[in-house]
C-alpha cells in the first residue's frame, strides 16, 4: 500500500525575518493507485507539500506519510519530476535517465530495455548522447519525465511536469499519461495551473487556497468520468467536448476566481 498522507500539515517559514505561516492544516490522503491533481494559486504551498511527500522539506507541524512510514528522507519508491527540471548538465540523456535505475536491483539489459522505451516515447530518440544544455526546454523536461518513470516507482511526485512543454507535446505526453495510468495506475501527486489538465487527468482534484494555503475544496472526478465513459474517447479534445467535462472544469474554475478575489481585498 502506498498511498500519501497529509496530517494536520503545517508549514512556517522565513522570511526577511518574519514568519509565516505558508501551509495550514493539511488533511489529505491520496490512496494507493489514485491519481490526485492540486490546483492553487500562486504561491499556496503546492510545491512545498509535494516537497515534503519526496522527502526534501519537513513539516513544522502534523506528518506526512508514505504508506506506513513517516517521510523524513527521500527514497527510491518515490519519482519526482520538478517544476524546474533538474537534470544533470555534466550526464547525457542516456546517462540522465540511467541514473535512478542504477541504484535499482535491475539488470543491465532490462535497463537499457526500458531507456530505450522512454527515449523513443518522449520523442528523443537521436539525442541519447546529448548533453542538456543542447536541448530545448521542452526536451529537457521530456529527459525529467522519462528519468521518473522508467523506475516504475510506487508514487510519482509530478510539479507542473508539462509546464514547458509545447501545446503538442503537452497534449501527447496528457494522453499517454492517462494510458499509463489506467493500464498500471501509480500513487500519483500531480501539481498543475491548467484546470482542463487537472479534469483530463485526475481521480480527484483538490482545490487550495490562497496563503496560508489549506485545502478549500475536493472534488471527485472520477466517479464522473465512470460514468460518462471518458475512457471511450481516446482524444482529449474529445473528452473535453463533453458536457461533464465542462461543468467540472467550471466549477474548478470558479473555485479558483474566487482565491484570486480574495487576494484583491
Ligand atoms: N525555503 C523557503 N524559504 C522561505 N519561504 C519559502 C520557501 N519555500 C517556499 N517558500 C514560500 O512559501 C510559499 C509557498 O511556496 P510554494 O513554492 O510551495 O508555492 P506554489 O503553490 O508551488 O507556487 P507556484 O504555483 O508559483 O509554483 C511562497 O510564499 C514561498 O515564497
Ligand atoms: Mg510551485
Not at 533538474?86 to 535491475?106: M, Y
Not at 518522449?122 to 539525442?127: F, K, P, W
Amino acid at each position: 500500500m502506498a498511498h500519501i498522507q497529509f496530517q494536520g500539515v503545517q508549514r512556517v517559514f522565513e522570511q526577511n525575518g518574519q514568519r509565516f505561516v505558508a501551509l495550514q492544516d493539511i488533511d489529505l490522503v491520496v490512496q494507493d493507485r489514485e491519481f490526485v491533481a492540486i490546483v492553487g494559486p500562486s504561491g499556496c504551498g503546492k510545491t512545498t507539500c509535494m516537497r515534503m511527500a519526496a522527502g526534501l522539506e519537513h513539516p513544522t507541524g502534523g506528518q506526512v506519510r508514505v504508506g506506513s512510514e513517516i517521510v523524513t528522507r527521500p527514497g527510491p519508491d518515490r519519482a519526482v519530476v520538478f517544476q524546474q527540471f533538474a537534470l544533470f548538465p555534466w550526464k547525457t540523456v542516456w546517462d540522465n535517465i540511467d541514473f535512478g535505475l542504477k541504484s535499482l536491483d535491475v539488470d543491465a539489459a532490462e535497463r537499457r530495455r526500458r531507456i530505450e522505451q522512454y527515449i523513443a516515447l518522449m520523442g528523443l530518440n537521436g539525442y541519447e548522447h546529448a548533453f542538456p544544455h543542447q536541448l530545448s526546454g521542452g526536451m529537457q523536461q521530456r529527459v525529467a519525465i522519462a528519468r521518473a518513470y522508467v523506475l516504475d516507482p510506487q508514487v510519482l511526485l509530478m510539479d507542473e511536469p508539462f509546464g514547458a512543454l509545447d501545446a503538442q507535446t503537452r497534449v501527447v505526453m496528457q494522453e499517454e499519461l492517462v494510458r499509463l495510468a489506467r493500464k498500471n495506475p501509480r500513487t500519483v501527486l500531480f501539481i498543475t495551473h491548467a484546470v482542463e489538465e487537472a479534469v483530463y487527468l485526475a481521480d480527484r482534484i483538490v482545490v487550495m487556497s490562497r496563503r496560508p494555503g489549506t485545502v478549500r475544496e475536493i472534488i471527485d472526478v472520477k466517479t464522473v468520468r465512470e460514468a460518462d465513459d471518458w475512457d471511450s474517447h481516446t482524444r482529449i479534445e474529445d473528452v473535453m467536448d463533453l458536457p461533464s467535462f465542462i461543468h467540472l472544469r467550471t466549477h474548478v474554475w470558479k473555485l479558483l476566481r474566487d482565491q484570486q478575489g480574495g487576494d484583491a481585498h
